[in-house]
């Protein structure tokens, strides 16, 4: 299957897909049509189709879309069919928020490690998962396979942990850390940067404030 | 000045902007060509211009940027000249994150209350900030203006407190509950669903894996 030329966009919207696809299946649905689709998610029943069709399809003319089928096909287009090793590096509030949200785990994505430089956390657990000074991270990441780090700690700590994890072997960051980081472009960087989400926010706050005067 | 018309992926690239020129400022900069900070931030200096256009410009010929007037002007346009009451609903581990992380305020978001509706949190205080049972919201909404909400809890919850705050006057929603509020239609949500951005990495590295086969 030809995956290579899929937009950012279509991707975005998966796991959106693979969220609802899941609560019809929860709910005992066994086939949708794109249109009742459509109304649920708020997008075009031929938006649907589109984004569908760059993975060949799934839907059936008359019938629609199994909902059990389509809910596989979509986690496994987004590799949910597998398990990634985590590790959480940066353990203060945000790192174990993170590391006690179970439901990344029954996804696959299992927090092995977790690291941090504050001499008070080590040895505390989270979940199970013991923290760990960072002076342990080379050793660590050479016994084991790491997929994803996640950064959940300041700007200055994690462009200085980034080569420590490039020369680690590890291929994929999830970086919640305040600043872009700069890696070797076969690592994969996914950005949750919350203090942006927030100025999106009180940018229409302001843009509607200014509308209603 | 018209700011109508600005499409979303601009006002994405703004906060990114104000990070940069924030940096910039942090280390003395006074001024910048638009090449030069289309060579830090890796976007093309064209791409700079054009954003910057639509809120009237900002450069000028032959001296660029001024750094301190563009980062104010900026933060102007991203609604950063003003202080917004947040609370935080919702006083778990990322809930109570989010109520530590002090850079929020010093931009003006001031949390002034955080509810939970587990008895085990009544009355603990984050930062100074007491967790009020969540009982107690409606009330709270008519004796303080609320400019924005944040939702941390599971999505049954969040789905039945966003009435709440809309009947009590809240007109912005931080939501990082897993699912999409139905709002009306004045009311701005701003979405982070950090399983999709999950997702969006495992999809990356299932591509990465397979382009490497």
Chains 1, 2 share one sequence.
């Not at 796991?15 to 689709?37: A, D, F, K, T």
């Not at 923290?131 to 050479?142: A, H, T, V």
């Amino acid at each position: 299957m030809e995956e290579k030329e899929i937009s950012r966009a279509v991707i975005k919207r998966l796991p959106r897909y693979y969220r609802y696809l899941g609560e019809l299946l929860e709910n005992g649905m066994e086939r949708i049509s794109s249109n009742e689709l459509s109304d649920r998610m708020q997008v075009t029943a031929s938006q649907i189709r589109q984004d569908l069709n760059n993975f060949g399809g799934f839907g059936q003319q008359g019938y629609g879309y199994n909902v059990k089928y389509l809910y596989h096909e979509i986690g496994r287009i987004l590799g949910l069919d597998k398990t990634y090793n985590m590790i959480i590096i940066g353990s203060g509030h945000l790192g174990q928020a993170l590391a006690n949200y179970v439901k990344f785990e029954k996804r696959g994505f299992r927090i092995i490690g977790m690291f941090d430089n504050n001499p008070a956390l080590k040895g505390k657990r989270v979940r199970g998962i013991e923290i760990q000074m960072i002076e342990e991270l080379d050793s660590f990441l050479k016994e084991h396979t790491i997929h994803i780090a996640t950064l959940t700690l300041p700007k200055a700590g994690a462009e200085e942990v980034t080569g420590h994890l490039v020369d680690g072997g590890v291929k994929a960051i999830w970086n919640f850390a305040h600043t872009d980081l700069e890696v070797p472009a076969d690592i994969i960087v996914e950005n949750v940067h919350l203090s942006e989400s927030l100025m999106q926010l009180s940018y229409n706050i302001t843009r509607h404030d200014r509308e209603r005067e």
